[in-house]
């Protein structure tokens, strides 16, 4: 159903070829543990033998992210993330995408902050940070359960970050700040990191928005926010969102000489981005907006970098929950068209307000398909491209239910968030799970001829959030 055209990885945020490093087995399959501060690194071929189903008998290794506070040296992190670790590290892992090199890039969403608050529900609003890890230490399970496959960490340039890309030539990575300083809301930041020099070279300020969807209440236009940081939403859901883009997941293409797509939550819209310029810090770095339908999150380009794909997973103005992906074209975009949305498509449910909470997404090495984790209805949609950007009205070709393995705690609901594709196309790999089930998330490996769940794995972090997949020996 899904051939390989080339041998590729496929990640949130950037499309690379998959590292010239060979294993015993894999595929594998590395997942942010989120609330779990680890890598959690899954043998895929394990995964999808029977006498494995429903146990932890596939994880290989389980690598830290982040050290204990009293552990980190001024040398292995910028001056302004040392000046913040006057509180117990915990760290938050949400986001994974592999460089070149045999590197895999990590967003740690809080950097350092109080395990009381991760564990409540309120893990909002602390500086963050990019740990850079050794792809192939962070395989060996030599290594589970240490820092020894860290290569370097360094500060993200403001709060909450969870978008990541590297640029193709390894040099750059570039990092969304989703949060403000102390509260969820309130960012516009995307940190720019020189991986050569290995420092923060800049930070640069996507433009401020205007307000979201509902009316600002009396007293909160978004002048006044701006020039007072006291009324800065704390958390979702609140009325006020929508004066900052609080941007999160980024996509890179080479079209054009290199742009990225930022998923804006805060203002329901996806920002255009000159690489070269902002590298560079011009003025004219942001070129263009395009409005979504809500709360983008997840956002990946096709394989070829023609289209952009994104999850308008919520709204954090009612925290009303998404049901559409959307799809843009690259070279409209660019070029500032108001069409350049050209496809919306409906995922997860048949109910047009239905609330699915697309989370994540990734295309088909073959650019083909995307495949949709659907948070609140637990199930992966398998989208035609091809249909979906000619209009045809029903581009969703596949609905699979992912349920949780026999065994699992009764009230534990499966919460599938990442999901990714093997090299070899034949494999969608999904994970999830509920906040603070002690190692509770869940792996489902998906047969994308079959349409059907062909392995599961337990004990995968706790609230995993996104994954990348490298490949073993060919």
Not at 228 to 257: E, K, Q
Request: aromatic share 6%; charged share 20%.
């Amino acid at each position: 159903m899904f051939k390989l055209r080339m041998m590729q990885v496929l990640v949130t945020g950037i499309v690379i070829a998959a590292p010239a490093i060979a294993y015993a087995a894999g595929p594998y399959a590395l997942i942010t543990g989120r609330r779990d501060p680890r890598v959690i690194v899954v043998d895929i071929s394990k995964a999808m033998d029977p006498a494995n189903n429903g146990t932890q008998k596939a994880i290989i290794s389980r690598v830290r992210i982040s050290p204990d506070v009293s552990a980190i040296e001024p040398s292995r992190i910028d001056a302004k993330y040392i000046g913040v670790t006057q509180v117990s590290a915990e760290a938050l892992p949400n986001n994974i995408v592999i460089g070149p090199g045999g590197k895999a890039y990590i967003a740690d969403h809080t950097g350092i902050s109080r395990p009381a608050d991760v564990e409540s529900g309120m893990p909002h609003g602390y500086p963050g940070a990019l740990t850079v890890l050794d792809l192939k230490k962070a395989l060996d399970p030599v290594n589970n359960n240490t820092m020894k496959a860290i290569d370097a960490i360094y500060y993200s340039g403001g709060s909450g970050p969870a978008g990541i890309i590297i640029t193709p030539d390894g040099k750059y990575a570039m990092v969304a700040n989703s949060e403000g300083m102390g509260n969820e809301d309130g960012a516009n930041e995307i940190g720019i990191i020189n991986l050569t020099s290995k420092r923060l070279e800049r930070v640069v300020s996507l433009a401020r928005g205007t307000g979201g969807h509902m009316a600002q209440t009396a007293g909160h236009s978004c002048d006044e926010i701006y020039l007072n940081p006291a009324l800065v939403p704390h958390i979702s859901p609140d009325p006020n969102w929508g004066c900052f883009s609080d941007p999160n997941g980024m996509a890179y293409t080479p079209r054009h000489g290199g742009y990225v797509f930022t998923a804006n939550e805060g203002t329901h819209d996806v920002s255009v981005i000159n690489v070269a310029r902002a590298i560079n810090g011009a003025s004219d770095w942001e070129t263009f907006r395009i409005p979504v339908e809500r709360g983008p999150w997840a956002i990946v380009a096709s394989p070829d970098g023609s289209l952009i794909a994104l999850t308008n997973r919520d709204n954090d103005e009612n925290d009303e929950a998404g049901q559409f992906i959307s799809l843009i074209d690259v070279d409209k975009a660019i070029a500032k068209s108001p069409k350049a949305e050209i496809a919306r498509v409906l995922v997860g449910t048949d109910d047009p307000q239905g609330q699915s909470h697309p989370f994540s997404l990734s295309f088909t090495p073959d650019g083909s398909h995307i495949v949709v984790a659907n948070d609140l209805a637990a199930n992966l949609s398998v989208v035609d491209v091809k249909k979906a950007v000619s209009g045809d009205p029903h581009p969703e070709i596949a609905r699979i239910p992912l349920q949780l393995p026999t065994g699992t705690p009764s009230g534990i609901k499966p919460r599938p968030r990442a999901v990714n594709v093997t090299p070899d196309g034949r494999y969608a790999i999904v994970a999830g799970g509920e906040p603070n089930a002690k190692a509770g998330g869940t792996l489902w490996v998906v047969d994308l001829q079959a349409l059907k769940v062909v392995g599961t794995v337990t004990g995968v972090g706790n609230e995993p959030y996104l994954l990348a997949v490298v490949a073993g020996d060919s």
